[in-house]
T-cell receptor, first 118, second 117 residues
Framework: GENVEQHPSTLSVQEGDSAVIKCTYS??????FPWYKQELGKRPQLIID?????GEKKDQRIAVTLNKTAKHFSLHITETQPEDSAVYFC?????????????????FGTGTQLKVEL | EAGVAQSPRYKIIEKRQSVAFWCNPI?????LYWYQQILGQGPKLLIQ????????DSQLPKDRFSAERLKGVDSTLKIQPAKLEDSAVYLC???????????????FGPGTRLTVT
């Protein structure tokens, strides 16, 4: 099955700096890579995602890059703000399995605790 | 649009007792997922339904966990009997459920925090 590794487990940055979180996946059939933000005691919220036919996607201060050959993808947050402080999870799934009756479960990384300090 | 609803939000039980969680997905979402999130870890899929059929339950401890989605809408997840290691947040998620539809993202409910003592 799919295995997703995520680094670092904790990340502390100064407000205004950039933050980068990296993930690797094992299943070359995975084709959908979302990132979730989870604040303490709250539900995971989708912040950005990328499909395997795209190498990079950007949404304001957040960007995600995907290297299919190396099987890794990264989250980039620029101009960090205190409200960016949270746990971030990367995930991977194979959406095409839906067509063959299989599941498209998300396999999550272990999470990165991001702290943005004033 | 209304989000995924779950109840109860918190539950404390003793080991060997039973417990049930309820989930109401976003209207029109054919696919429903139950995830287990142990403290400090990412969510792990327990079971996935497509309408009222099970698509993936490979990681569901079937000797103690069961789930159903009788009418293809609401779902219940049951644990009987509970063990200490079942202490976790149980998250329900839903998606439209078709590769051709957009969005195909999974939307999570607020979760049920279970403490087994």
């Amino acid at each position: 099955g799919e295995n997703v590794e995520q680094h670092p487990s904790t990340l502390s940055v100064q407000e205004g700096d950039s933050a980068v979180i990296k993930c690797t996946y094992s299943d070359s059939a995975s084709n959908y890579f979302p990132w979730y933000k989870q604040e303490l005691g709250k539900r995971p919220q989708l912040i950005i995602d990328i499909r395997s036919n795209v190498g990079e996607k950007k949404d304001q201060r957040i960007a995600v890059t995907l290297n299919k050959t190396a099987k890794h993808f990264s989250l980039h947050i620029t101009e960090t703000q205190p409200e960016d402080s949270a746990v971030y999870f990367c995930a991977a799934s194979n959406r095409r399995r839906i067509l063959t009756g299989g599941g498209n479960k998300l396999t999550f990384g272990t999470g990165t605790q991001l702290k943005v300090e004033l | 649009e209304a989000g995924v609803a779950q109840s109860p939000r918190y539950k404390i039980i003793e080991k060997r007792q039973s417990v049930a969680f309820w989930c109401n997905p976003i209207s029109g979402h054919a696919t429903l997922y139950w995830y287990q999130q142990i403290l400090g870890q990412g969510p792990k899929l327990l079971i996935q339904f497509q309408n009222n059929g099970v698509v993936d339950d490979s990681q569901l401890p079937k000797d103690r966990f069961s789930a159903e989605r009788l009418k293809g809408v609401d779902s219940t997840l049951k644990i009987q009997p509970a063990k200490l290691e079942d202490s976790a947040v149980y998250l329900c998620a839903s998606s439209l459920g078709t590769i051709l539809a957009k969005p195909y993202e999974q939307y999570f409910g607020p979760g049920t925090r279970l403490t087994v003592t």
